[in-house]
């Protein structure tokens, strides 16, 4: 093997193993999407209705259609949340 072909392989390989340090974490930290648990500017993500796009921008405490993440559906249910979003407040928040 000439020395380009050795030092390109090892580049491809270096590139590989760096995006996958990068991707895993933000994986293995999303969970379980809680709907209907967050308070006001506390939501993790997107909401379900398309009304915003972004962390931080839900408007209402505990609405249906927006979510934090949780480490399993059950510790998203023992905080009185859903796994699929739902139309209005949660009166079971926990």
Do not use: R
């Not at 990068?22 to 967050?38: E, F, R, W």
């Amino acid at each position: 093997m000439n020395k380009l072909t050795t030092l390109s392989l090892a580049s491809a390989l270096l590139g590989a193993v760096s995006l996958a340090a990068v991707t895993l974490p933000a994986q293995a930290a999303d969970g379980v999407k809680c709907y209907g648990i967050s308070k006001a500017g506390e939501n993790d993500c997107a909401n379900a209705a398309g009304t915003h796009s972004c962390k931080g921008q839900s408007a209402a405490d505990y609405d249906g259609a927006d979510w934090k993440a949780t480490m399993s559906a059950d510790e998203c249910t023992a905080m009185g949340g859903k796994t699929e979003a739902f139309e209005g407040m949660n009166p079971n928040h926990k």
